[in-house]
């Protein structure tokens, strides 16, 4: 999509509503969040993380319910819609979203170097393919010595029957949802393709070791999305 930011601007204002509508939606965002607080700190400590591609602070609530007391979140988004709608939302101090593009981010002034751990929720497929290890290698400098990152992806390449299910929800449910209530067809249209267009989940494990990161992991998620959503786990090396 030639403008991906402005598509998400318009749809930020039901984005929160269509994607409650996914079963296990929440509570993906919930597993994925407790497997990087789990791994990033002592569970009475809090945290300094970042939240990346945070979008309207569905990614970000979850951080910070599976998060310590005291943890430390900057949300970043490309969009500018999206992140209204997270701002107007209640946080606890500690919690800043600001605008910015991943592959782009201005590392001195987030800090190299200085976060025990990044979440990234939907994200990497929405960087062009060229660029994607490049972002990688961003995401690896800003984490401090031993810190995680966490990012949960769809991926259905080279898997027939999962490319088949995501085709058929795609088509039979979202595209006619984002239609009928957001009235963003295109938006839901290019999240169908960008999906069917990913890494496979070998591929993507490369993409991190080339960037850097050790200790990498992968798994599914239970329910109708097995095999197409899975939460990655890579680990920049101990000093």
């Given at each position: 999509?030639?403008?991906?930011?402005?598509?998400?601007?318009?749809?930020?204002?039901?984005?929160?509503?269509?994607?409650?509508?996914n079963p296990?939606?929440?509570a993906?965002?919930?597993?994925?969040?407790?497997?990087l607080?789990?791994?990033?700190?002592?569970?009475?400590?809090?945290l300094?993380?970042?939240?990346l591609?945070?979008?309207?602070?569905?990614?970000?609530?979850?951080l910070?319910?599976?998060?310590?007391?005291?943890?430390?979140?900057?949300?970043?988004?490309?969009?500018?819609?999206?992140?209204?709608?997270?701002?107007?939302?209640?946080?606890?101090?500690?919690?800043?979203?600001?605008?910015?593009?991943?592959?782009?981010l201005?590392?001195?002034?987030?800090?190299?170097?200085?976060?025990?751990g990044?979440?990234?929720?939907?994200?990497?497929?929405?960087?062009?393919?060229?660029?994607r290890t490049?972002?990688?290698?961003?995401?690896?400098?800003l984490?401090?010595?031993?810190?995680?990152?966490v990012?949960?992806?769809?991926?259905?390449?080279g898997?027939?029957?999962?490319?088949?299910?995501?085709?058929?929800?795609?088509l039979?449910?979202?595209?006619?949802?984002?239609?009928?209530v957001?009235?963003?067809?295109?938006?839901?249209r290019?999240?169908?393709?960008?999906?069917r267009?990913?890494?496979?989940?070998?591929?993507?494990?490369?993409?991190?070791?080339?960037?850097?990161?050790?200790?990498?992991?992968?798994?599914?998620?239970?329910?109708?999305?097995?095999?197409i959503?899975?939460?990655?786990?890579a680990?920049?090396?101990?000093?």
């Amino acid at each position: 999509m030639r403008d991906l930011a402005s598509a998400f601007d318009r749809g930020a204002d039901r984005y929160d509503l269509l994607v409650s509508l996914n079963p296990g939606y929440h509570a993906h965002l919930h597993s994925a969040a407790d497997e990087l607080a789990r791994r990033s700190g002592p569970a009475d400590a809090g945290l300094r993380l970042l939240d990346l591609a945070c979008g309207s602070g569905a990614s970000t609530r979850a951080l910070l319910d599976q998060s310590p007391a005291g943890t430390t979140i900057t949300g970043i988004d490309l969009s500018e819609g999206m992140l209204a709608r997270a701002r107007a939302k209640t946080w606890p101090p500690g919690t800043t979203f600001r605008q910015g593009r991943v592959g782009g981010l201005d590392l001195a002034a987030l800090g190299r170097g200085s976060w025990q751990g990044v979440f990234a929720s939907y994200l990497f497929r929405n960087v062009p393919a060229d660029e994607r290890t490049t972002a990688l290698v961003e995401v690896h400098d800003l984490l401090a010595p031993g810190g995680w990152l966490v990012t949960q992806e769809y991926s259905v390449a080279g898997n027939r029957r999962a490319r088949a299910v995501w085709d058929a929800v795609s088509l039979g449910v979202i595209l006619p949802l984002g239609t009928v209530v957001d009235r963003n067809p295109g938006l839901y249209r290019y999240l169908w393709r960008s999906v069917r267009d990913f890494d496979t989940t070998p591929a993507f494990m490369g993409r991190l070791a080339e960037a850097g990161f050790t200790e990498i992991a992968c798994r599914t998620v239970p329910g109708w999305q097995r095999g197409i959503l899975h939460t990655f786990v890579a680990r920049k090396a101990p000093a």
